[in-house]
């Protein structure tokens, strides 16, 4: 009966070491889940922040070559108008 008594002891023993990996398994997976979650929910974030600099940085783009269309068609009306620009940037209004 001893011998058989020793088995059954060690085949407990192992479905108890069993269990506990298992369990610990579980807590583990659930850790990497909630981490996964985390990380996916900051890259969301980034991506917005990104996605919100990017048409900002287009508005900008945009009101600049706005201005630049601008100075164009004033300097065309100054130079119609009989004003000179100067090669140094200067403008003479003519007399």
């Known amino acids: 009966m001893p011998l058989q008594r020793t088995q059954f002891d060690r085949s407990h023993e192992d479905a108890r070491r069993a269990r506990n990996a298992e369990s610990e398994l579980k807590i583990e997976l659930t850790r990497s889940k909630k ?23 287009q508005d900008e783009k945009d009101k600049m070559a706005s201005l630049q269309q601008e100075v164009k068609e004033l300097k ?8 000179q620009e100067h090669p140094d940037g200067h403008i003479d209004v003519g007399n």
């Open 35 to 57: 981490e996964a979650v985390a990380a996916s929910d900051q890259a969301l974030k980034y991506k917005k922040e990104l996605d919100r600099l990017e048409r900002l940085k």
């Open 76 to 83: 065309a009306k100054l130079q119609v108008s009989g004003e």
